[in-house]
T-cell receptor
Framework: GENVEQHPSTLSVQEGDSAVIKCTYS??????FPWYKQELGKRPQLIID?????GEKKDQRIAVTLNKTAKHFSLHITETQPEDSAVYFC???????????FGGGTRLMVKP | GAGVSQSPSNKVTEKGKDVELRCDPI?????LYWYRQRLGQGLEFLIY????????KSGLPSDRFSAERTGESVSTLTIQRTQQEDSAVYLC??????????????FGEGSWLTVV
């Protein structure tokens, strides 16, 4: 199965600063790379994803970059706001119909 | 409904009792997942159903845990002889069949289980 690791496990930033979370994976066949956000007491929800034919994707203040050679992809949040405080999970997969393995999660705290 | 529906949303049970948790996936989603999330922890895979294929049960922590799914519809997760360490949120998720566009999964609100 896929081995997925996230770093850091916790991240504290000042409002307005940038945050970067990295996800490394083991399956070279992975071709879909989503990030999920889970606010306290809520369900995880997809916030951005990228496919293997693209190196970077941006959506307003969030972006995801992919390095397939090194088998990692990263979530970038610029101009962080308190509402960005949440746990973020990555879940790289290969669309082969296998179960999804999530990273261990990164708890982001944005201090006002 | 429009999203993944889970019931009950909250369940308090006595140690040793059996519980049944229900998940109603998004219509048309052939893949269905159960995850367990303990307080402040990550998403622990339990079981995965994909269409009519044999389910992937590799994440079930013990033989007290079982799950069923009828066709491509409702799934139930059963925990027998509950223990205090079973206390957690049980999240169900579903997705479309494997496609080129990516395997985005949609989570339900979860069933919060407390074993006392």
């Amino acid at each position: 199965g896929e081995n997925v690791e996230q770093h850091p496990s916790t991240l504290s930033v000042q409002e307005g600063d940038s945050a970067v979370i990295k996800c490394t994976y083991s399956d070279s066949a992975s071709n879909y790379f989503p990030w999920y956000k889970q606010e306290l007491g809520k369900r995880p929800q997809l916030i951005i994803d990228i496919r293997s034919n693209v190196g970077e994707k941006k959506d307003q203040r969030i972006a995801v970059t992919l390095n397939k050679t090194a088998k990692h992809f990263s979530l970038h949040i610029t101009e962080t706001q308190p509402e960005d405080s949440a746990v973020y999970f990555c879940a790289p997969n290969n669309n082969a119909g296998n179960m999804l393995t999530f990273g261990g999660g990164t708890r982001l705290m944005v201090k006002p | 409904g429009a999203g993944v529906s889970q019931s009950p949303s909250n369940k308090v049970t006595e140690k040793g009792k059996d519980v049944e948790l229900r998940c109603d996936p998004i219509s048309g989603h052939t893949a269905l997942y159960w995850y367990r999330q303990r307080l402040g922890q990550g998403l622990e895979f339990l079981i995965y159903f994909q269409g009519n294929s044999a389910p992937d049960k590799s994440g079930l922590p013990s033989d007290r845990f079982s799950a069923e799914r009828t066709g491509e519809s409702v799934s139930t997760l059963t925990i027998q002889r509950t223990q205090q360490e079973d206390s957690a949120v049980y999240l169900c998720a579903s997705s479309l069949a494997v496609t080129r566009s990516g395997n985005t999964i949609y989570f339900g609100e979860g069933s919060w289980l407390t074993v006392v």
